[in-house]
């Protein structure tokens, strides 16, 4: 059986705070592509041991529509195979792997097979079944990436625009409103599955993938924009008694924490921050807690 492909985190520096230090923090990765069979799913990830060692699990990745400017859920078209192609993400996503595939007995987490009438099923149903065998596990989706960066600077620009793209968001990652498609999906659906959202805006101020745009401001928008993330999550959380993440990912790299991310404005709205170790595809490190 493969090893998961997550990644635990064993480093964290707490803010100052007047309250005790809270345990380590140790985040990993849950792959989209990882219903096909062909890498780890979640059922892997609990045979191995390593969910019952992680705090937050990240569900990587979710798009934006590149013409609505809104989280893009219920499309299921794969991106261009060319990673030259400036338009390799565009309208590109995973519904059926995200709620729409029925696991196999064999393959789910419990060893119960999605019934066909189920409006959840495919890879949030298994993290949903994960959380409910580690009460302490907190799930983020993860919005963005390497692929799926071009329209942020976009969506950040103006308060109108950012106001309806986080309301997108929640509306169908955290209300769990997904689209639905014969009998999956629909109003409250996916309610439950994610505690949070996790910004991955590769590279605010500078490009990450061939056409990303990018703006002079993107720096100061990421930070209003996380703003908008956390005014309208805690606003949910006031009516609904509870608390929603909202967490970035940081590159490494001076040089580009400098054109794009004011550390200093952004670590008082997120919950923490995790730190790219190395390339485009390294691992989640160095965890600064609100």
């Not at 393959?107 to 065998?133: H, Y």
């Not at 799930?139 to 950040?156: N, P, R």
Request: glycine share 12%.
């Amino acid at each position: 059986m493969p090893m998961p492909e997550v990644t635990v985190t064993v480093t964290v520096t707490p803010r100052p705070s007047p309250s005790p230090s809270p345990r380590p923090i140790r985040v990993g990765y849950v792959p989209q592509r990882g219903a096909y069979g062909a890498t780890s799913t979640v059922r892997d990830l609990e045979e191995s041991g390593q969910a019952s060692r992680l705090t937050h699990a990240v569900y990587a990745f979710a798009n934006i529509d590149p013409t609505s400017l809104t989280c893009l859920a219920g499309v299921t078209r794969p991106p261009a195979p060319d990673p030259e192609d400036p338009d390799q993400g565009d309208g590109a996503g995973d519904a059926w792997a995200d709620y729409q595939r029925g696991f196999t007995a064999a393959e789910s987490l419990d060893g119960r097979a999605d019934p066909p009438d189920a409006r959840l099923a495919g890879n949030f149903n298994q993290l949903k079944k994960l959380k409910a065998r580690h009460s302490n596990l907190k799930t983020l989706v993860s919005i963005g990436g390497w692929t799926y960066s071009k329209y942020f600077s976009d969506v950040a620009r103006t308060a109108a625009t950012r106001q309806r793209f986080v309301k997108s968001c929640l509306d169908a990652y955290i209300r769990g409103d997904l689209p639905g498609v014969g009998s999956r999906g629909g109003p409250g659906s996916a309610a439950g599955v994610f505690d949070g959202i996790d910004v991955d805006w590769e590279w605010p101020g500078e490009e990450g993938h061939l056409g990303n745009h990018v703006g002079a401001d993107d720096r100061r928008h990421l930070t209003a924009l996380l703003a908008e993330f956390r005014a309208q999550l805690d606003a949910l959380g006031a009516a609904n008694g509870r608390h929603y993440l909202l967490t970035v990912y940081v590159p490494a790299e001076p040089g580009r924490v400098k054109a794009g991310f004011d550390l200093q404005k952004l670590t008082g709205v997120v919950d923490f921050v995790t730190v790219q170790s190395g390339g485009r595809h390294a691992l989640r490190e160095g965890t600064i807690l609100r």
